[in-house]
Nanobody, 114 residues
């Protein structure tokens, strides 16, 4: 079992920045990759960014050049640095960990509004 706890969400103005954190605990040895998804009301959950144990990274097109995912393996923590935020980035952001099955955090709300 893997437990994930997100933090760092909140209200930010367009063009602002926010940094999300996700701490993993439990059977962390089984984690192959970690990442972030987001879900806006009435929309399907979508990939934001993912980082593998080997360090390979993929970003969704809407966030390329603005968001940066990183991982501190010693602390079992993954981060998402979000810059140049837009109203379209407003969503609940979920941390996930990939093993033989996906594990999800509880989600943290990010609201981008002036």
């Amino acid at each position: 079992q893997v437990q994930l706890v997100e933090s760092g969400g909140g209200l930010v103005q367009p063009g602002g920045s926010l940094r999300l954190s996700c701490a993993a605990s439990g059977s962390i040895f089984s984690i192959n990759h970690m990442g972030w998804y987001r879900q806006a009301p009435g929309k399907q959950r979508e990939l934001v960014a993912v980082i593998s144990n080997g360090g390979s990274i993929n970003y969704a097109d809407p966030v390329k050049g603005r968001f940066t995912i990183s991982r501190a393996r010693a602390k079992n923590t993954v981060y998402l640095q979000m810059n140049s935020l837009k109203p379209d980035d407003t969503a609940v952001y979920y941390c996930y960990a990939g093993t033989s099955r996906p594990y999800w955090g509880q989600g943290t709300q990010v609201t981008v509004s002036s």
